[in-house]
């Protein structure tokens, strides 16, 4: 039988209120809850062996509701050839969101970065590497998700990848031409748009992404330092882009 809430629920109003909140209040609040659950979980236990049951416990939302929230879905049209769109689970659907979410961080913090006025060129590198790699290194189960979890799950996510990856190296493009122009440095011979200079980038993004999941699969006792890692990977970056570092510039 199809009533209105407010006929049986007392609190509820036509317009979805409940005890002075919003359905789309409440449904934001649980979509919250569950990308948390979501972050612990397959930061932790990992996407695969995380169910959904698991998830709505750790989140305090209801199966019924995260089905609602997350949907299984088709992932895109029907290609020319006639192919069928990819079908994307309700936890894959989650777990896409939460990578959104998760490099929607670092782009915000690659979009605004600053480097002190003062800084050597060495420690201008560094700021730059460390405006990427800070939200994953202070949150580690962000890396696990971003780059072990999310890997080969299914094209959807592939596809959100690849494109990631060429956000990054764009960014990495951008912060090096930056650099030059601040630190009058002499021609490099790079032009992002020219002489391969975005493979460079992309080669510079893909290193530092496996630099950070050994990281990630080595124990804490055996790791070098936050800094030290920091700094080797800007270093590393500095000659990639023809620049030799000088730890007393």
Not at 165 to 175: E, F, I, K, Q, T
Not at 202 to 215: F, K, S, Y
């Amino acid at each position: 039988m199809n009533v209105q809430a407010s006929e049986n629920f007392p609190g509820t109003s036509s317009a979805g209120m409940w005890r002075g909140t919003s359905r789309a209040d409440r449904d934001g609040a649980r979509r919250e809850r569950l990308l948390e659950a979501a972050l612990e979980l397959y930061g932790t236990l990992g996407f695969r062996a995380t169910s959904i049951q698991a998830l709505c416990h750790e989140s305090g939302v209801s199966s019924r509701s995260f089905y609602e929230l997350f949907p299984a879905r088709k992932a895109g049209p029907t290609a020319e050839d006639g192919t069928a769109p990819e079908s994307l689970s309700a936890q894959e659907s989650l777990l896409e969101q939460l990578y959104i979410v998760l490099n929607a961080e670092i782009g915000e913090a690659m979009a605004t970065l600053r480097i002190p006025a003062a800084a050597s060129l060495r420690d201008a590198t560094v700021h730059v590497v460390s405006a990427a790699l800070m939200p994953m290194l202070r949150d580690e189960r962000k890396a696990r998700v971003l780059e072990v979890e999310a890997v080969g799950v299914n094209e959807s996510l592939e596809a959100r990848r690849r494109e990631t990856m060429r956000m990054l190296a764009a960014a990495v493009d951008s912060a090096f031409v930056r650099l030059q122009s601040a630190y009058d440095l002499p021609d490099l011979g790079f032009s992002p748009e020219a002489d391969g200079g975005d493979l460079t980038s992309l080669i510079v993004v893909g290193g530092i992404t496996e630099a950070l999941v050994q990281r990630v699969h080595t124990p804490v006792p055996e790791r070098m330092s936050t800094t030290a890692f920091l700094t080797h990977i800007a270093e590393v970056a500095m000659r990639a882009y023809g620049v030799v570092p000088d730890r007393g510039s």
